[in-house]
């Protein structure tokens, strides 16, 4: 059996464990932990730019992207899903559930890292992402549970749907000092460049402070 990890991520799409943790990912790793990721989808229905034609070439393109930013913030434990893009809420449910638990079984990490109930922005796919995950964590005997974290954000969303399931930052870590490393991992999904865009017009601040809410934690 494998050492326990200090952090594990479960996200539906390539580039989402890069904006909110790749900082924090470099920082776990730079201390000698062991940290993984865990992706559903290949992200084949996500932006093209033109720079890819259909579904199949865009996964393909994907993938070569995210190899290239997990080299560049040293993460060495991946495990790629092929759950349908845009449609993980269309899936049955017990698989994605099973995904995540495997996972959390096989790896043991102190914390498990994901979208929070309203997915962030309301994309389906994180939303199902976080009812898997906490299905799956909530399925595991309380002892052997890690600690919750979900993505965070100071800013409530504007849309009051959202707004009603937002979840204030309780975990905050400082990752100015990995600014330029972080930059030059987002920068490997060249083909989700409107995201990237998105996210630095919306969360400037969150490039250089990661910002976590821990289940039950005050």
């Not at 393909?60 to 930013?69: I, N, V």
Request: aromatic fraction near 6%; charged fraction near 30%; glycine fraction near 6%.
């Amino acid at each position: 059996m494998s050492e326990p990890m200090k952090l594990l991520l479960i996200v539906p799409h390539p580039d989402d464990e890069v904006y909110g943790a790749s900082g924090t990912l470099m920082d776990l790793l730079d201390e000698g932990h062991r940290c993984g990721l865990v992706t559903l989808t290949r992200g084949e229905a996500g932006r093209t730019l033109g720079l890819a034609e259909g579904p199949e070439e865009l996964a393909r393109m994907r993938a070569a992207e995210l190899r290239a930013c997990l080299d560049v913030i040293g993460l060495r434990v991946h495990e790629q899903h092929e759950f349908p893009d845009k449609f993980l809420q269309d899936q049955p449910f017990g698989p994605l559930v099973a995904v995540a638990r495997e996972a959390m079984t096989r790896h043991r990490p102190e914390i498990v890292l994901t979208f929070p109930p309203n997915g962030s922005n309301g994309h389906p796919d994180h939303v199902t992402t976080h009812r898997a995950v906490r299905a799956a964590w909530e399925s595991l005997p309380e002892r052997e549970r890690p600690r919750l974290w979900y993505y965070a954000s100071d800013t409530p969303p504007e849309n009051e749907a959202l707004r009603a399931a937002w979840l204030r930052p309780n975990i905050r870590r400082d990752v100015t000092h990995r600014i330029t490393r972080k930059l030059q991992a987002i920068a490997c999904h060249r083909s989700q460049a409107l995201s990237t865009v998105d996210f630095l017009r919306k969360f400037p601040e969150r490039i250089t402070e990661e910002t976590f809410h821990e289940v039950g934690r005050a």
